[in-house]
């Protein structure tokens, strides 16, 4: 009888959800505080303490000072904004004519790309590391953005949101005389703003997180991005977890920060709005 009220109801949902968020949120908490602790607290303790008895910069200092962060986050930048640019543009061209245009073996072309999200990325990893060494790029930032110009959950992605567009604002650019390229550009991009927003985080997330690729691609230091940079002070620490945590949030806040700006975007687009009932 109890679940039968409203407000008991209610309060259950919450109470899981809270439940679910606290126990997700958890590492991410206890990564936080371990990065403020000084050398005279036990981040071991049990039960643990999430917040630091003494705060202090200390630890981030340390890892900025001692170790190129500066290098590695600017490594980072680049190669996750072109990234993100590249597979945003090969993406939607690609996109485009499976979703508006008619070819023979279209839907054949798009079930075979789409086949492909099931491939993990290790089984192509080896092929993709000698093409690349093949091309030169080994080494590069390029290098490093090479597997990444596009992917089949970007043109999935993208093909759905341009098949959402209504034919009303392609007939009538088409009666202004525009070309398919300026269509593709002035009407059916930004009428999948938001669409292009999701994948952009995705890909800035994919990007920006990436470890294994660059591990195997890089092999210059100065070359190194933030999560190479991260591995690297276990090593240089003899694993003292407060600089590695600090070295981690340094890494991850970038991401955060970014997902806050721009979750707001990430809304049902609305392209209709440029048609008269």
Do not use: H
């Amino acid at each position: 009888m109890l679940l039968k009220n409203p407000t008991i109801k209610t309060l259950l949902m919450y109470g899981v959800l809270t439940s679910t968020a606290l126990v997700t949120l958890f590492p991410l908490l206890w990564l936080v505080g371990t990065a403020f602790k000084s050398q005279t607290e036990n981040i071991f303790q049990s039960p643990p303490q999430l917040l630091p008895a003494q705060p202090t910069f200390d630890n981030f200092v340390t890892v900025w000072q001692t170790n190129p962060f500066g290098q590695y986050l600017f490594n980072s930048t680049i190669v996750a904004v072109l990234t993100v640019c590249l597979n945003l543009i090969f993406c939607a061209l690609a996109a485009y004519p499976l979703a508006r245009l008619s070819f023979p073996g279209r839907d054949w072309i798009f079930t075979a790309i789409v086949t492909t999200i099931m491939i993990p990325f290790q089984i192509v990893m080896i092929p993709l590391y000698i093409l690349t060494v093949q091309i030169g790029l080994r080494n590069t930032y390029l290098g490093m953005i090479f597997p990444s110009l596009a992917s089949a959950f970007g043109i999935f992605l993208l093909r759905q949101a341009f098949l959402g567009v209504p034919k009303e604002l392609e007939e009538a650019a088409r009666m202004d005389g525009c070309s398919e390229l300026g269509l593709w550009w002035n009407i059916m991009l930004p009428a999948i703003r938001p669409a292009l927003v999701t994948l952009a985080i995705f890909v800035f997330i994919g990007a920006w997180s990436d470890f294994l690729w660059p591990l195997i691609v890089i092999q210059d230091e100065s070359l190194y991005t933030l999560p190479l940079g991260v591995a690297k002070l276990a090593g240089t620490f003899s694993l003292d977890w407060r600089l590695v945590a600090a070295g981690s949030v340094i890494s991850i806040a970038p991401v955060m920060i970014l997902f806050l700006f721009l979750q707001r975007y990430i809304v049902p687009t609305d392209a209709g709005s440029g048609v008269k009932g």
